[in-house]
């Protein structure tokens, strides 16, 4: 793990339906080696038991670039509901893969075309194991 990988706690429900994704027709012909790191290297617990400031998926973040200071709320997605809405990012997307599985305080760095940004978490505003949605 680098300091741009924070540790990850992953719920075993959300572990599995992105396992389920990986073989399906959606993911084929993507570059999935990412998220296929992500999830090996993740601590799996049950939805229950999931804190209640990790990014998991459904979840809505808001985070902060470290760069500019410019706030943004981006919610996790499966790619059936990534509408193409500039807070919707799907798990399959790079920064999907990245923001799984981290918590409050932690910071990613997202290749854009413009450079990479440092992305900190400020907060979950909502997460579907917390309001009992898993």
Known sequence: MTASEPPLLLS???CERIESLLESPA??????????RELARATVVEPQDMPADVITMNSTARCRDE???AERELTLVYPRDADGSPDK?????PVGSALLGLRVGDAIDWPTPGGTVRLRVLSVL?????????
């Open 12 to 14: 075993r429900l959300d």
């Open 27 to 36: 993911a084929a012909g993507l570059d999935t080696g990412a998220l296929e």
């Open 67 to 69: 760069t500019t200071g």
């Open 89 to 93: 990012v799907s798990i399959l997307a």
């Open 126 to 134: 909502r997460q579907a194991e917390a309001s009992g949605e898993a």
